[in-house]
């Protein structure tokens, strides 16, 4: 197709996904206070006794829930724009490469979710908890609205991408890039790799580290596994001659 088409074509897949997010804005606009008291539940569980959230910049309180708002609605809008994505991608794809990309999309999402998922029910109590225990004389403790958010933003983003392992370890092995031996061999460097990461990626304690670090380990050998099923050579019956 021409040039001209393309970007035609790109422009519909970039205003359908648009529309995908606007629709899924509107409901969290309206409830962004409410949106924002569940989002901020695992740290306000564990704030001494009589300490609050506080918003320490003129427009904190209207800018943190609109915030909220507009990134819960891109990920719950998300499988609709990768879907445009792939409608745009796919004519160009060869009859292989879609029965590779769409289980890969699939389980992108998926895992990125699961991710997500693990950072807000089972890291953000443990961190918050560990984080609230420690009581320095004078001070009290009663964290920024709008710094909770970029916080916590940051490590779904961090546990979502991390959580993609499996998919980036597959993709490698199924293109030819890196054979699985050799991935097994790199198992021990991959360890430290992945707590070099938590630390880069986490707040300076150990507790929020190691639950980065372990997940991803995890991870890169549930990719190794899946890589090794995946590449095993399919057996093709003979059949032996009648008599």
Request: proline share 8%.
């Amino acid at each position: 197709m021409p040039l001209v088409v393309h970007l035609l074509e790109l422009r519909t897949r970039l205003t359908r996904a648009a529309i995908a997010v606007l629709i899924c804005l509107l409901p969290f606009m309206y409830y962004s206070n409410e949106l924002y008291s569940l989002f901020a539940r695992p740290l306000v569980k564990y704030l001494p006794q009589g300490s609050m959230m506080i918003a320490t910049d003129v427009a904190s309180q209207f800018f943190a829930p609109f915030k909220l708002a507009l990134v819960a609605a891109l990920f719950v809008a998300m499988p609709i724009v990768i879907y445009q994505i792939w409608s745009f991608v796919a004519p160009g794809l060869y009859k292989n490469e879609k029965r590779l990309t769409v289980p890969i999309l699939f389980s992108s999402v998926l895992l990125f979710y699961v991710g997500i998922a693990f950072a807000y029910f089972i890291v953000f109590p443990v961190v918050f908890g560990f984080f609230a225990s420690i009581q320095i004389e004078g001070v009290t403790y009663m964290p920024d609205i709008s710094m909770y958010l970029d916080f916590a933003l940051f490590m779904f983003l961090a546990f979502g991408i991390s959580f993609e392992i499996p998919v980036v370890v597959l993709l490698l092995v199924k293109m030819g890039v890196v054979p699985v031996q050799k991935l097994q061999a790199w198992r021990p460097y991959m360890i430290v790799v992945a707590f070099i990461i938590a630390a880069v990626l986490t707040p300076p304690d150990p507790v929020s580290q190691t639950m980065l670090a372990v997940p991803m380990c995890l991870l890169y050998e549930l990719g190794l596994l899946a890589a090794r099923i995946l590449s095993k050579p399919v057996a093709v019956p003979t059949s032996t001659p009648s008599s």
